[in-house]
């Protein structure tokens, strides 16, 4: 959870441009509007996973204005691979 906040968070992403983000991705999961390229290049697309659109706006919204616990080796890995 914490790689999909961060490729679907900058600097200027507001909650609303973010779980629409979500939305949009979780709806219709394909290559062409992946941001996360090397998940899908090692795993592939995610299925189609049929949650109802308001759990979808929950989970978003947490994710947003929660922190994401990070594993200890998230960062390094991150930052090595971008």
Known sequence: M???K???ISKN????EFVTAIK??????NVED????????RFGV???????????EQ???????????EPKWFKEHFNKNH
């Open 46 to 56: 995610m299925p189609l996973t049929p949650f109802p659109e308001e759990t979808i």
């Open 59 to 69: 989970i978003a919204d947490y994710m947003f204005d929660n922190e994401i616990e």
């Open 13 to 16: 992403t507001t909650k609303e």
């Open 34 to 41: 992946a941001k996360m390229y090397g998940a899908v290049k």
């Open 2 to 4: 914490v790689a999909i």
């Open 24 to 29: 949009s991705w979780i709806k219709k999961p």
């Open 6 to 8: 961060k490729h679907y």
